[in-house]
């Protein structure tokens, strides 16, 4: 079996939705080239798209099984079981199949696909502007070269974490949701200005400005969340009785839950 790079590996997209579009940017960022990239979508006008958008060629889903190193799986969990059944019969044997499907267990692609080299991931919508958070799992059949080619790739898409299989539904329902569960803070937090009389537009800019600097915060100053919660409230401050607030409505809990749920769910699409 030859080895892959980014450069010179014949890759195949199946679906090429906002996320798959991120996905395909990141991988042409990444330095593949767009001669070496087939894509398949529905749709015939959005395949016209995508093709004069980025000089990517369209294929059948079989076409790409039978002639790609790379096989990328974009598309909706409940598509999974058709997708699988019309390319096996055409997979080239230790092909790198790339799941990006919520709850799809490797085992489950690894019976479907017999011989391929499969990777779970989970991205989130920040992927979208590069800086996204992707959680992988790797199948026993994955090769170190085909590790390089996902770790490069992802690299360009923003961050990535490996964790063991078992851990991916609690780590969807973390990083996958979390854009969701932040977006809720910044409306409750834009809903509670206006409600006090500032103008919505002006209270969106205090929000949105005041989140993005604590997040820089985060990323910047080497300290935990907590300890820097901890440097902004004063005993008995105003910043104080409006964080008593969270602790008697026992905000840790409800966040907990909300994950512990949305794990649940990821769990029942497998």
Do not use: W
């Amino acid at each position: 079996m030859n080895q892959i790079d980014i450069q010179s590996s014949q890759v195949g997209l199946i679906g090429v939705g906002n996320m798959g579009e991120a996905l395909l940017v990141a991988l042409l960022k990444a330095g593949a080239k767009p001669q070496k990239i087939n894509f398949a979508v529905r749709r015939e006008e959005r395949s016209a798209e995508l093709a004069a958008r980025y000089q990517i060629t369209p294929a059948t889903v079989e076409e790409m099984a039978a002639s790609c190193d790379v096989l990328m799986i974009i598309v909706k969990p409940h598509d999974l079981a058709l997708i699988m059944e019309r390319i096996a019969p055409c997979l080239i044997p230790g092909t790198l199949v790339i799941s990006f499907l919520a709850g799809k267990k490797i085992a489950t692609l690894e019976e479907g696909l017999a011989g391929a080299a499969v990777v779970r991931v989970m991205p989130n919508t920040p992927t979208l502007l590069g800086v996204g958070m992707s959680i992988l799992s790797y199948g026993s059949n994955v090769r170190s070269d085909q590790r390089e080619y996902v770790q490069r790739f992802l690299d360009a898409a923003g961050k990535s974490v490996e964790v063991e299989e078992p851990l991916q539904d609690a780590a969807t329902a973390t990083s996958g949701s979390g854009p969701a569960y932040f977006f809720a803070f910044v409306e409750a937090m834009v809903a509670g200005a206006v409600e006090m009389g500032i103008d919505e537009r002006v209270a969106s800019a205090l929000v949105v400005q005041t989140i993005v600097g604590a997040a820089k915060m985060l990323e910047e100053s080497g300290k935990s969340a907590k300890t820097l919660r901890e440097n902004v409230t004063s005993p008995k401050g105003v910043t104080y009785e409006g964080l008593q607030i969270f602790n008697e409505g026992d905000l840790q809990g409800l966040v907990a839950r909300a994950m512990r749920v949305a794990a649940e769910r990821s769990r029942a699409l497998a």
